[in-house]
């Protein structure tokens, strides 16, 4: 089977810069991206072959912030914040 880097030699693969307070919780991968949740609720989405930004999306303010690692479930991604619970999904 064919390695794509980090796992087999260790050799950073891609990095990105992201804007705004430290992502909070574990990065987590579905569908061919990486979703990054900061202390301010903003989940910044990564394509996780390239480690380009698809989007920025602010899901909480005040004090909803996200504080957890989202959840993938049913072809759904979970969040939450520290008043309600988001399904994101098709």
Same mark, same amino acid.
């Given at each position: ?14 990095? @990105? ?10 990065? @987590? ?51 939450? @914040?520290?008043?309600k ?6």
């Amino acid at each position: 089977a064919g390695s794509r880097g980090a796992p087999a030699t260790g050799k950073v693969i891609w990095s @990105t810069s992201l804007e705004g307070p430290m992502v909070w919780g574990s990065p @987590t991968g579905a569908d061919g991206k990486i979703y990054l949740f900061n202390l301010s609720g903003t989940v910044t989405v990564v394509d996780a072959a390239a480690g380009t930004v698809l989007s920025v999306n602010p899901m909480a303010e005040g004090d909803n912030d996200i504080r957890s690692s989202p959840v993938v479930a049913h072809n759904c991604l979970f969040l939450r @914040t520290a008043s309600k619970l988001y399904c994101v999904g098709k």
